[in-house]
């Protein structure tokens, strides 16, 4: 059973353009989720969190939305740069990971 | 300040054989933790360390083994080596008291059995 699902396996966004990633789960018991972000050759670096009480959490170019009643996340990045390409991973808070979404921001 | 060390980098095994996977945490941090990532996937739980027991376990063998040493460092150690165990094997290092928040991931180790 797949608990954090991440249905996009690839996106291909214009530099400047708005990227938004999906994330979907199974579990309404988890307290809170996080992404990350994997360049090649690197091992996953965090980047934004959400509480599972707030619906919008905002650090700089990177928001991430909540939407319980739909057991939904995404991660919206303005504007895009192509130093934002990279595999973007979803988790939950026991660190279950989504099979990751491929960005690629091109000029 | 040195982050998550792991080696080696790559490894070619043969199935059947046995390989032992090493890592050391970013300092101040004494929970290690590995995950192995198949071509195409998500990190996945193997086991947790800290105070040189397994915390925790996810759905993996018991080929699957490892240990934490007092200074924190650990390994992971892998028999029998199948086709399937082909994957990259990532390690992360936090503090217990900040449960999932503060993960570091080491580079990973790139294991491939033939």
């Known amino acids: 059973d797949q608990q954090v699902k991440q249905n996009s396996p690839s996106l291909s966004v214009q530099e400047g353009r708005i990227s938004i990633l999906n994330c979907d789960y199974t579990?309404?018991?988890?307290?809170?989720f996080l992404w990350y972000k994997k360049y090649p050759a690197e091992g996953p670096t965090f980047l934004i969190s959400i509480s599972s009480i707030k619906d919008k959490n905002e650090d700089g170019r990177f928001t991430v939305f909540l939407n319980k009643s739909a057991k939904h996340l995404s991660l919206h990045i303005v504007p895009s740069q192509p130093g934002d390409s990279a595999v973007y991973f979803c988790a939950s808070d026991k660190l279950i990971f989504g099979t990751g979404t491929r960005l690629q921001v091109f000029p | 300040d040195a982050g998550v060390t792991q080696s080696p980098t790559h490894l070619i095994k043969t199935r059947g054989q046995q390989v032992t996977l090493r890592c050391s945490p970013k300092s101040g941090h004494d929970t290690v933790s590995w995950y192995q990532q198949a071509l195409g996937q998500g990190p996945q739980f193997i086991f947790q360390?800290?105070?040189?027991?397994?915390?925790q376990r996810g759905n993996f063998p018991d080929r699957f083994s490892g240990h934490q040493f007092p200074n924190y460092s650990s390994e992971l150690n892998v028999n029998a080596l199948l086709l399937g165990d082909s994957a990259l094997y990532l390690c992360a290092s936090s503090l217990a008291a900040r449960g999932s928040f503060g993960y570091t991931f080491g580079s990973g180790t790139r294991l491939t059995v033939v």
């Open positions: 360390y800290y105070e040189e027991e397994e915390r």
């Open positions: 579990n309404s018991m988890f307290d809170y």
